[in-house]
Structures are given as structure tokens and as C-alpha cells.
């Protein structure tokens, strides 16, 4: 329905797609029952394509984390939504509606996470990472020693700072794409499950 | 499903309340079918309640005005994100996809204006309300020439000033208050009618 | 004195004001021997002028309030020097020498309350004023603690927000309509009663 | 009637004051009537204070500088009001009414000189002098043509940025001694000559 | 000589790590006759320091990029300066001066590239890479007009983008992890090859 | 190797200056083997030669000051950056590399202090300078109240406002006059004594 094509950039045809990339794009669509835009955007680019996967993966699927998913999820929409990147708030904030089984939890958290009912710790670090990604120069000990507070580790830090650094990158190539979410992600888990 | 009460303060009870306050209640309860949460929250103090909707009335109602309803409701998701209001994000961006009839506008507005499909003289009065409400200090001369430059005209101009002056009021008292959004508004108008 | 008309807008008659406003006029007319221009330049729309003045009373007439008069026209002049508005920190400035008999601390608040002679409880008010209007995306539950911990109770918080939030919309108003202060304001009350 | 000594440092007695200093300081009360608080509060260090009043002297006094003393204190007035120094707003404010002979255009700058009655040609230079003093580190090339299409020179240039520069350290010299300016200085040409 | 370690983080030991990861470091000892701390400081998680490198090299080592290595390293040292990243100014000034064979040139663009002795065109370049890196949420279409009228086209941007995007991430890993800036950078290639 | 001239403004001969400025440059020609280019650039106006140096010199080199010489040049480089001043940070990052002994720690104060190896009363006293050079309207009671806590008195406190306020003033006017930093600077003092 939108007014914009998905990109600002050429999209390739799946069939002109290296093998590597065209099956990763069959496995997400299998899976979603239609492809992300920003499978089809990236795939201008096939080389960054791959790394940007690489790094998602690393940093979202990395085995032992403690973060839960609703937790990353939570920290890419208030980033995003700070940095202004509407394909991230709008496909992650679908896939925070997911996995916290909360429909209304992803627009409370991309218009303003300090009126949102997450706990303490999750607030601390979601101040951590909206500092860290919109003012990264005033990051100091100060940040480490409150999220500690809150019962936070080193690893769990640099999981936050990952996904943080990761989708900073992500929001300012979608902006410069132009990237559109589809409009699937609009409307998907709205409806409480009950 | 918010775990927050409606407000911060006490809401009175529907049969303590005066009765042109009740009045206004139920005829938006009829049109509505629910009671957006800003009646509950405001009754609180009564003086405060009808002068708010009073000004509201003046403003978005006001015949002659040129900007459509779609249009008045473009400036106050916009200016209510950068604000970081939720009730009036949520409960506005509800109206935006009433009236717009497009089911993404309001997310993609709320996100960031620049990226949404719509017209660039509609992006000229988008920035300008958002200069209004952010940094009303910086407006000058030169803003109302490049409103004009659009065809926009001093009464079209006062029309923007007032949403956004309004709305920058509502937004403070929604954000003190910590109004919540009713949770209608957050599924209100998403699919398409087709 | 000054070289701009009082109002960027027409400014209407008298005569050809609806009763309830030329009433309301020539009321403060008599009050203060002059008419403030805020009252000549809103008659431009009388809806909007009604709506006005009916939250201005509402908000700073309101019965019960612990805020003295000098208080809110603090609140009045901290956020209207921070939003750039003339006409209210001028108009204002002179009702706050009025009020607290004081001929200098209003020049003191609009240039930084933080270096004004005003006690520790008053700083900590106009600090949340200043964050409310200015950054009201800010504001969270350790602003409410704050206050509380100098004292002020919930619905003194209420009147701080609606002080600053009211006169954040009046200050756009005047902003946009160009509204010049009247030359009475700038010289009212400077000396001291003595 | 201030609160506050004159200084958060000691104030010599003008007995303990080398000569020099002390001749200074008899000369500007002879023709002042009074003793700005600035000799008062720099006299605690004699060698600075020689130099400030040094540097004062060479950036307000420069034979053929074609800014006029109205225009000078326009940029004093304009950046300290922005740099929240209460001391030189009220003060230099005090010397703008006196040399334009306008007695409100000194609190008109001091709140936006956007909204103040002053020429085109007066706009870039206080909007040149507030960028240099609040954000030098964007002033480029496009800032010198702008105050060249606007007529201005490099001479005039070099002097709105020594008024600009010396001023700001003189706002912050004052900040950190929490200087008191004059009670004279706030009543000081407030009516019209006529 | 740094005082701190080289990252906040458990360094491995180099024979505990994988053979690729291995390998990587041990052709850029080879190479540079030092092993760059970004190296050792990744390899506490492997699956991020391959996504890593391979990101990087896609960006900075891509086929058919107009930008030369000179263009990419004052994008790097213009956006980690207004970061704040100690690691990527000191490094990548360093590989700023190997590639412009001007020994000034990286300090001065860390410090305002607006007096740095570079092109139009490259001025153009590092404004569009500080607003995407700084404020991405305020990018526009007059952005890309900007560029296109120095001649850039849309691949060009699209690697300022990723040059931009990257580093922006990188900037944030470093900073996380206090990665330190090896000695060498810091006097690599300060002297004119003569 | 600049590509710019030391100055936009016309920098006179030498066998033209007055005979007190020449004698000055002079002495610092002896001393340094080449001289400054601010000494050559401010001589355009002898009057504010006089003041500056005089200023300088007050500030720079007042007895019984307890902040030792590599303490000042913190301040001056890490305000100097923050304010975009070439010249200042180029050059004073000389002088502070020679004054510390440590060549590494000037390049890591302009990056970003808070993740420079020095104490944690340093960093107090550069966080204060900080917040006096780019926000002075922000300075507060709690400012001082901070400092005194890591062991600075008064008098301290003033030395480091002194030396804020006046390279300040030095950074609008390098960056004004567009003054180039001598080549010798950028080299100086790089490698470590041993």
C-alpha cells in the first residue's frame, strides 16, 4: 500500500541471486510466508548482504546470551525509533509484539520507554542503549557501574552494546535505502492471544 | 492490558461528575464506544476538563479551516512523537488512520515524517509544526516564507500553530499524568478497507 | 515604541467584538488602565480566545492552589525565556515584579533561575518546569521523587505542569503571531516599594 | 536588594588595590556614579584583571571599527542572554537602552532577537555572533558570504568575533563568580528620552 | 604506554583461537609488523569478529568504488571523532596519512573538517557522512540533491552510507570495550615522504 | 604544508610591528625555533596582541596556581576540541605532550577524555570545564559543590574557569581568522623520552 517502491536502490531478481543468498531468502520466506524487505534491499549489494546476516546472527542468536528475545527486541525498537528508521520500528516492533505476546508493548516502546510497564532493569538498560547509540562520546564508567547495579554482567553489556552498534548500522541503511516495511509487519501479533 | 493505572491521579467516578462533564463523556462514549482515557484522566479537576476540550474544539473544529483532517491529525502524531507522548500518539495516530484511510501513515508519521508518503507541502507544514514545538525559539520570518512558498496562508498557518500549540499542551499533561491510551486505539483502522 | 504592528494578524474592532469578549476586554481594561495585546491579537478568533482565557483562569486561578502568585509567574518566565516568547516575558515579568515586589527578579529568572535568589524548593520546581517544557520526552518517575523530596505533593505537581504546559501553547501563539508586548509591561513595577 | 554578595570570591577594599587598578576603577564611578560590580569582583586578581579591561578596551574602543555601540552591545546582549549570564544581559542591557536610546530593545534581544525591531543587516550579524558563540565549530565559509551579501567587510567580521569571543569569556568569568550585577544597572534608561 | 589494558574484556590468547581467526591476525601481523587491538579484542566472541571483517571488507575493500582509500579514511576519522572513539580516530588516522601521504591531514579533519584542506566535493561528502552518523533521522531528499550537484551518484552515497554505517558500529564496539589505540598508530607516517 | 595561508587576515612583516610585539615574537622565536602562527596572525591588531598575550600570560602562568602545566594543557585541548579550534588543539596537544611526557595522551584527551588514562580528579576538573565551555547556562551550585569533593578549592576552581573562558575566547578567533597551526607543532614531542 505504501507510496514508495522498497528500496531507493535496484532490487535484483531472486532468480539473478547468487545461491547462498537465494536460499537464505527461501528459508526466511518459508518461514514468514513473504520476504522482509530488507532480504530483497541488501541483496543489491550481495557481499554486504552476506556480512550484515553474519553479524545479525551473531549478535541476536548468540548461544548464552541472557537477554530474552523481547529484551533485544525491546532495545532495536527504542533505538531505531530514535534514530528515526521506520523498517526497524516497524518489523521489529512486530517481532517484539511476537515475542512478548504484548501488542501494545512495541508503539509504547518506540514513543517513549520510560512510560512503558517494563521492569527497572530493563529501563536501565534501555537508557544504556539509547546512550550508547545516540551519544555514544558520553558513555563512561558511571553506565557500566549502574547497569551492574541492576544485575547486569560484562557479557550481558556487550550483548546490549552489540545489538545497539548492529542496528545503528542497520537503521542508517535503511534510511539511506530508503527500505520499506512491508506492510505484513504493520499489522502482524496486534491481537492479544487469550 | 497496560499495567499502569489510567492516570497518575484520581479518575472520579462517572456519577460524581458534573453534569455538562458527564454529558460530553457520554456522547463520546455513544460515538466511540468506549471513553478515551484523556475524559477520565482530565474530570479529575472539572474548570481544567472544559476549558481543555473547549480549546480542542476551537482548534480542530474550527469551520473555514483549509487543512483537512488527515492533515490537522499528521501534526499531531508528529509533533506528539517528538514530544514522546503515548496516549496521544497511540490515541491520534487512531484518528490518522480513520480519517487517512491508509492503515500505515500514522506509524510511518510517528516514526519519522520524511520517510512517509505523502505530499511535499504537507512535509513543509510537518516542518514547521515540528519546529513550532520543538524549538519554537528558531522560528522566523523565513518559516512563514516557505510556508507560503507552498500556497499555504496566514489563516492555514495560525490553523498549524493552534494544533501544535494544543496538542504541545496535551502532550505535557498526558506525559504528567502518565495517561494511558485505551486499548482500542492501538488496533483502531489498521486493516484497509477494500 | 516598537516598530512592529501588535499582531502579524488583523486585529479587530471593538465594536465589532462579540459582547463576552469586549466585556472580558474592557474589564482588564479597567483593571490595569491599559489593554495587554494578547487579549487584542487572540480576538481574532473568538472561539480560541474563549477557550483562552477559560484555561488560563482555570490553571491560574485555581482555587486551592499552594503555588503563591509569584511561584506560577516564575514557572510563567523560566519557560517562556527558555521558548523565546516577548510578549510573556515581558508581560509576565511585570506581573512577576508585581507579585513579589521584587523589581529585579524577573530579568534574574529569565536570564537563569540557577543564579536567581530564590530558595532551594523553588529551584527544584523550576528545574522540572524548564525539563517539562523543553524536553518533555525526558520526564520520568525520578523528576516526581524529586519534587516530593522538597515537598511538593501530587497536585502541586499538577499545577507546575499545567503552568508550564499552558503558557508552552501561549507562547507559540504569540510566537507565530508576531504579538508585541505593551510598552506598559517593560517599566511596570521596576522600583522598589519602599 | 540581591541575595547574593557581589561575588562567591573575596572583594579587595579599594584601599588594598595597586594603584592602577585603583585609578580605573575612580575613573568609570566618577563618570558612572557607581562601581560595576565586574572592577569590584576581577580586582581579586589584579593581573587578569588588567587584561580583561585591556581586552575590553581594544575590542569596544578600536578606532574605525564601523559596528556602531548600539550594534556592540546587540551582540553582548544577544550571546550572554544565551549563555545564561545575568551580569552582562542586565548590565549591557543597561548600555544598549542608553546608546540606541530604545528602552525596550535590550530585553527584546536578550529574548529573541528574532521577534526584535532591528534591520536585516543587524540579524546576521547577532546570528552570526550566536553561532560563533554557541557552536563555533560549525562557522564556515557560507557565514563569511552571508554577512558579505549583507554588506559587511572582513574587518567588521574580525570585530563581531572579538565582541562574541571576549564576551564569552566574560559570561563565564562571571558565571563562575556568580557576579551580581548593579541594581542601578536594571533601572538604568528605561524611559523614552522625548 | 597506555595505562589501561587493551580492552574491558578477556583477551585469548593466540593459539587458543580458531585457525581463521588465527589466520586473519597472523597475515595482518605480518603485514603491519603488529597485531591492531581491534583484532585481539573481537576474538573474545568469534562468530562477531568474522561478521566483523567480513563487513569491513566488504564496505571498504568493495570493486568499483569511486571513493578512493584516502576519501573512505576521512570518512572514518570525521564520524569516529564526532563519536568519540579514541581507537578509530588514532587507527584510522593513521591508515588516513599512509593513503594521503599528507602527515596533517588526519588531525585536522578529526578536529573540524569544515578548515581542513580538502575539496568542495569531499567537504560534501563528510557533511552527508556526519548528519547520517549524528542525526540519521534527519536525512532527506535534499541530502542526496546535495550530493548528486558535486557530482556523487547513488553508488557513491551508498558507500558513504556503509563507510558511515560500519564505523558508526564499530565506534560503539570500541567504546564498550575500551579498546585501546595501539602505539604505532600513533606515530605512523607523521613525517612527509620527501 | 597547509594548503591554506597562516591567516585570512593580512599578516604584517615583521620589520613593521611595533617594537613591544616584535621583542615578544621574537622571544618565543628563540625559544620555540619558529614561530606561531597566533603570534603572527593576531599582530594584524596590536591592541588585542597586547590584551591576548597579556591575557595569556595572566591565566597561563599565574603563581601560586596548584594546577601543574600538563593539568592546564588538559584543559585546553579537551575544551579546544570540543569547539572544532584546529589551531589550539594541534598546537597545545604539542605543548601537552612536552609538558606530561606522555605523547599518546594529548591525541587521547581530544577524542574523548573519559576514556584517557588520567585520574579521576582530573576528569572531574575537565568534566567541569567542559560543561563551563560548551553549556555555561547550565553551571550550578552542585558544580562546585563536585569539584570541591576530589580535594579543589576555590582558587582552583577559578584557575580552571580562567583558562576555559580564555581559550574560548583563543578558539573563536582561530577559527575566525582560519589560523593554520605550524607544521612543527604536529610532530613535536611524539615520541616518548627513554
Redesign the interface.
Known amino acids: ?4 517502491p522498497i528500496s ?2 535496484p532490487v535484483p531478481d531472486l532468480d539473478a541471486l547468487p545461491a547462498d543468498i537465494l536460499s537464505r531468502i527461501l528459508a526466511v520466506q518459508e518461514k514468514a510466508r513473504f520476504i522482509p524487505n530488507v532480504f530483497l534491499t541488501l541483496a543489491h ?1 550481495p ?2 548482504f ?3 546476516f ?2 545479525h ?3 541476536m542468536e ?1 548461544e548464552g546470551s541472557t537477554l530474552s528475545p523481547t529484551e533485544k527486541e525491546m532495545i532495536v525498537v527504542a533505538t531505531s ?6 523498517y526497524c ?2 518489523a521489529h516492533g512486530a517481532l517484539l509484539r511476537v515475542f512478548s505476546k ?3 508493548l512495541a ?2 516502546i ?3 520507554y ?4 517494563i521492569s527497572e532493569k530493563q529501563k536501565a538498560m534501555l537508557a544504556f542503549a539509547l546512550k ?2 545516540r551519544t ?6 558511571s553506565d557500566y557501574d549502574q547497569l551492574k547495579s541492576h544485575g547486569y554482567d ?1 557479557e550481558d ?2 550483548d546490549m ?2 545489538i ?3 542496528f ?6 535503511a ?4 527500505m520499506q ?1 512491508n ?1 505484513e509487519f ?2 502482524m501479533a ?3 492471544k487469550s
Chains 1, 2, 3, 4, 5, 6 share one sequence.
Open positions: 500500500m505504501s507510496q514508495f531507493r536502490y549489494r557481499e554486504e552476506r556480512a550484515f553474519a553479524y546472527d551473531a549478535i548468540r525509533a530514535a534514530n528515526g528508521c521506520q520500528v516497524v504484548k501488542p501494545q508503539d509504547q518506540a514513543v517513549n520510560l512510560h512503558a510497564p550508547l547509540s555514544p562520546e558520553l558513555v563512561a564508567q560484562d553489556i556487550l552494546a552489540g545497539t552498534a548492529f545503528g548500522l542497520s537503521n542508517r541503511m534510511i539511506v535505502t530508503n516495511a506492510s504493520y499489522t496486534r491481537e492479544s
